[in-house]
């Protein structure tokens, strides 16, 4: 399948999404009824970031030139892919690169995102049959040349078991953390609270800890936060809500809450469902030159870093956690 083939799939793709058709509202339904954490409007977020920033041809054709992909590999190699589940379409990047790199790609799904990434698979194959011998979905990765795997700390180590002879890609737990200065504006801690609650905080781009200095206010970020309370009327991120309360009432922790989101002071970084964890710094000082925890982190938002609100706003050159995937491929 030569690579203008491919891009023309993929730009039917972003223009079949874009046009919100009955099919597509069922598949979403049938995705919230496997997975309660996939809600129509994140599904719809996921979605359309997918589109816009992804799908475009004008993206697609700077991203391919960049690499200069070429029609064919000079070995066309079967990649192996585990993707995770935490938020709606995850693995969709992964998916991307590879089928632009013009490899295969056997692929074993995450039980709690199996619906909407196999719709998008069906569609490409219904509008070209050429894609079926390009991917493959199974439930067992066997005879596969290379493996790019996403999970925990723990699956990690059992990937490294399986995987560890082949070229691979292997990704751990990982997160986002904001760095404030006290100087942020309204707006701007309205993009912040984007970057904490889209997908319930589930995804490793979401913020799920903060700097701020000494003395600093936290009612104009509580107000912020009341942007996503509806969150608290979805009951499996309400149990988390009212669990996490109930530790803090009961061990008589120090918390600040809106209703919906735990302020919590701790010096770690991977927060529950419901909380983001904050700690002080000076304001002479750059928090992030002291952690010693680099490698768990997947963005840095704020003055300096990544803008706010960007954060669950990728793009086709932001690798997680930095790994070029289409070098690796290329590489093969």
Sequence with gaps: MKLQNRIATLIKLGEYLDANSPEWESVKENAFFKNPWFTDSFVEIAKNNIVQHFLKPELLENWCAHYLIPNQPKQIKNIGIVMAGNIPLVGFHDFLSVFISGHKQTIKLSSKDEVLLKHFIDKMISWDDEIQELITVADQLKQCDAYIATGSNQSAGYFETYFGKYPNIIRKNRTSIAVLDGNETEAELLELSNDVHLYFGLGCRNVSKIYVPKNYDFVPILRAFDNFNSLGN?????????????????????????????????????????????????????????????????????????PFGKSQIPGLFDYADDVDTIEFLNQL
């Design 234 to 306: 979805h009951h499996k991120f309400r149990n988390n809500y009212d669990y996490q309360l109930s530790i803090c009432l009961i061990n008589s922790i120090p918390y600040m809450t809106n209703e919906c989101t735990i302020l919590l002071e701790s010096k770690l970084v991977h927060a529950p469902i419901s909380v983001l964890f904050y700690e002080f710094y000076d304001i002479h000082e750059n928090p992030i030159d002291k952690m010693s925890n680099e490698n768990e982190l997947q963005c840095i938002i704020g003055k300096n870093h990544l």
